[in-house]
C-alpha cells in the first residue's frame, strides 16, 4: 500500500518539483529575490528559476563555504537570497559559515536544505540528510520548516520568503501525497492538527504526516482515535499545542524522518516532560547510516512507516492505561 | 565620507590608533593586540586618507564602499578604527570584551554601526564581498568592496573558493588587502604551514597583484589608487608588515598573538614606544 492511501490521500509529484514552482513564484512575485546554488540546480529543482529568471540565479559551484557566503553577502543590498543545496553538502562543508554568516549575523537568508531523509534512496548515505535537522537546531536564530505535502511546501516557501531573518527549509525528492488542500492556513510556529481525535496524540513532519494518518485510519477501524498533527515548524516550536495534546489525549507518538538522537522527539518530550508528562514513544532512526535503496524499502526495513506508528501507538496506549 | 589628511595628520592617526587599541586591550586583559598593530596604516590609509566612501552619521548608506575585516580577530583596530571616524563614541572602547557591551571580542554584525560581517572563523570575509557585489549590480549600485585578510588565513580553503568566484566573475569592484606580518598563532607561516610563492598563487587564479611596504600609509593609498584603476578582474594589495609593528618587545615575540599587555611596566613602556614611534 502506498504513502497516504490508507487515509485516503490523493497522490502528488516529487517534493522537490514543488519546491522549484513555488520558488519560482516567488521569484516572480518579489524582485528582491534571488538563488544561489551549488551545482545540484537539477536535484533540487531551481532550474526552474534559472531558466526563467537567469540573471537572479547563480551557480556559485561546488563549494559550499563560498556558496553560503555569497547568499549572505547578497542579503547586505537588502536582496532576499534562496540559498540552496541538499542539506547533507550544506550543512557538513559550511557550518561555520551559516553559523556565523547566516545564524550569527541574524541576516533575512532563506536556505534549502534539499534531500532530507532517507527517502532520496538509491544515491544512499552520502547524500542522505538524517541527522540535518539536529545540525540545524544548533543555529539558535534560525527557523525550521519541514513541509509534509505539495501546499505546505508552498505555503512554506511564501512564508519563510515573507519573514524577516534565516530560515531553514527542508525539502525532499519523495512524493509525498496530499495532506491539504489548496488553502490551508501555514503560520510559522503554529503547528496544524490534520486530524480529531483523543485517545492518543501523534505528532509528525515531512512524510510521517501522511504515514501517521495512516495510522491513525487503521487505528480508527480498532475503535481508537488518534490525533495527528503536522509540526511543520521545528523552530518556534509550538508549545501550546504539544501540552494541548499532553493534556487532552494523555499519549503521545512522535514520527520523523530523521535520527532519533538529536532528532524533533526529543525537543517534543522536552516541553511534555516540563509540562504535562504522558507516556511516549518515538518513531525515527535509530543510530545507523541508512544504505542505498528503493524509498519504500528502506522506510520500511528502518521502521519508518504507519506500521511502525501504529505499534508505538499500541505500546502507548497500553501504558497509559496502565497508569490509569 | 574619508576626508583626506595631510602627512602629519596620517601619522598622528595611526599613533592614536595605536594608543587605542593599547588601551582597550589593557583594559580588557585580552585581546589581539599584535594582529592589530600590523594592520594600523593599512587602515589609515583606507579610512583617513580617502579611499573608502563611508558616511559614519549614516551607517547602512546604500552607496557606501563595503570594509569587510576578515581577519576578525583584529577587532580591536576596527573598533578603534570606527570611532574614530565618528561610528560611535571612543567611550566604546574602552567596554571591548565586557559583559553586556556590544563590542564583542570580534565583530558581529548587528552589534555595533560600521561593523559589515561576523568574522573570527577565518576564510569568509572575501565570499561575503562577492556577495555584496554581486548584489549591487543587480540593483544597479556602483560601490566597491574591501576586504582586509590575514596571511595565515589564507592557509583555508574558503579563501581560494573566493578567489576563484571573484575572477570568474571579473570582479573589479572588490580589492582585498593582505596583512602579510609573516606570522600566524603558533609561529612564522613558513615554519608552521607555508604560503609562498603567494604573489603568484593569487595571480594564477586571475587576480591583478600588487605589493607595498604595509607601514607607508602614502604607498598604500598610491597601490589603492592604482587597484581601483583595474579592469575586469578582482584586485589583491599584497602589505608587507610587522607583526606588533610600533612595539618593539611585541614585534620580537610572536606569542603576542591574542595576548594583551597585562603588566604596568610593560604597559608604559609600549605606551612611550608608541608616542615616539
Known amino acids: 500500500m502506498r504513502l497516504g492511501e490508507h487515509a485516503g490521500l490523493k497522490d502528488s509529484k516529487p517534493l522537490r518539483d514543488i519546491f522549484g514552482e513555488a520558488l519560482l513564484d516567488v521569484v516572480r512575485d518579489n524582485p528582491k529575490v534571488v538563488v544561489l546554488d551549488g551545482d545540484l540546480g537539477n536535484s533540487t529543482k531551481t532550474e526552474l528559476v534559472r531558466k526563467a529568471f537567469p540573471e537572479r540565479s547563480f551557480n556559485i559551484g561546488i563549494a559550499e563555504s563560498n556558496l553560503v557566503c555569497i547568499g549572505a553577502g547578497m542579503a547586505g543590498v537588502g536582496l532576499i537570497p534562496w540559498i540552496t543545496s541538499f542539506s547533507s553538502f550544506l550543512l557538513c562543508n559550511a557550518y561555520d559559515q551559516i553559523r556565523l554568516s547566516v545564524a550569527m549575523s541574524k541576516i533575512n537568508a532563506k536556505i534549502l536544505g534539499s534531500h532530507g531523509g532517507i527517502t532520496l534512496g538509491k544515491d544512499g548515505p552520502t547524500q542522505m540528510g538524517i541527522e540535518d535537522l539536529a545540525l540545524v537546531g544548533g543555529f539558535p536564530t534560525m527557523v525550521i520548516l519541514v513541509p509534509c505535502d505539495p501546499a505546505s511546501m508552498r505555503a512554506a516557501v511564501r512564508a519563510a520568503t515573507d519573514y524577516e531573518g534565516p530560515v531553514w527549509l527542508r525539502s525532499s525528492r519523495y512524493a509525498m501525497p496530499e495532506v491539504y488542500s489548496q488553502d490551508l492556513d501555514f503560520v510559522i510556529g503554529k503547528a496544524n492538527t490534520v486530524r480529531e481525535g483523543n485517545d492518543l496524540t501523534i505528532i509528525a513532519n515531512g512524510l510521517m504526516v501522511a504515514a501517521g494518518l495512516d495510522a491513525a485510519a487503521e487505528l480508527a477501524d480498532e475503535g481508537i482515535e488518534a490525533r495527528v498533527i503536522d509540526m511543520h515548524t521545528l523552530r518556534p516550536m509550538d508549545v501550546e499545542a504539544i501540552v494541548s495534546a499532553a493534556k487532552e489525549t494523555g499519549a503521545i507518538v512522535t514520527a520523523e524522518e530523521h535520527l532519533l538522537h538529536g532528532g524533533f522527539g526529543s525537543n517534543i518530550a522536552r516541553v511534555v516532560a516540563e509540562n504535562c508528562p504522558v507516556p511516549m514513544r518515538f518513531v525515527g532512526l535509530e543510530d545507523t547510516y541508512v544504505e542505498s535503496g528503493d524509498p519504500d524499502e528502506l522506510l520500511k526495513k528502518y521502521h519508518l512507516t504507519s506500521g511502525d506508528i501504529e505499534n508505538m501507538a499500541r505500546e502507548v496506549l497500553a501504558e497509559k492505561r496502565k497508569a490509569k | ?277
Open chain 2, 1 to 277: 565620507m574619508g576626508s583626506i589628511a595631510n602627512k602629519n595628520e596620517l601619522k598622528i592617526i595611526a599613533r592614536e590608533l595605536r594608543l587605542d587599541i593599547l588601551e582597550a586591550t589593557t583594559k580588557a586583559e585580552s585581546g589581539h593586540l599584535s594582529s592589530s598593530f600590523s594592520s594600523v596604516e593599512i587602515l589609515t590609509a583606507l579610512f583617513f586618507n580617502g579611499i573608502l566612501r563611508y558616511r559614519s552619521d549614516e551607517p547602512l548608506w546604500p552607496e557606501r564602499d563595503r570594509f569587510i575585516m576578515s581577519k576578525g580577530h583584529a577587532a580591536p583596530l576596527l573598533y578603534a578604527v570606527l570611532a574614530k571616524a565618528g561610528y560611535f563614541s571612543r567611550d566604546e572602547l574602552w567596554r571591548l570584551r565586557q559583559a553586556g557591551s556590544p563590542v564583542q571580542g570580534h565583530p558581529i554584525l548587528g552589534c555595533m554601526p560600521g561593523v559589515e560581517a561576523t568574522t573570527g572563523s577565518l576564510g569568509q570575509g572575501i565570499s561575503l564581498a562577492i556577495g555584496h557585489i554581486l548584489g549591487a549590480r543587480l540593483i544597479k549600485k556602483d560601490f566597491s568592496a574591501y576586504v582586509l585578510i590575514g596571511d595565515g588565513e589564507c592557509q583555508a580553503g574558503q579563501i581560494w573558493e573566493s578567489a576563484m568566484a571573484a575572477a570568474h566573475y571579473q570582479m573589479q569592484e572588490l580589492i582585498v588587502i593582505l596583512d602579510y606580518n609573516k606570522f600566524q598563532e603558533m609561529g612564522p607561516i613558513s615554519r608552521e604551514m607555508g604560503l609562498e610563492p603567494l604573489t603568484e598563487k593569487w595571480q594564477s587564479f586571475g587576480w591583478y597583484t600588487q605589493e607595498v611596504d604595509g607601514h607607508d600609509v602614502q604607498k598604500i593609498s598610491a597601490a589603492l589608487k592604482t587597484l581601483q584603476e583595474v579592469k575586469e578582474k578582482p584586485s589583491i594589495l599584497i602589505a608587507h608588515t610587522v607583526k606588533g609593528k610600533g612595539i618593539s618587545f611585541v614585534e620580537k615575540d610572536f606569542t603576542w598573538h591574542g595576548r594583551a599587555i597585562k603588566d604596568p611596566e610593560q604597559y608604559e613602556m609600549a605606551k612611550k614606544e608608541i608616542l615616539c614611534g
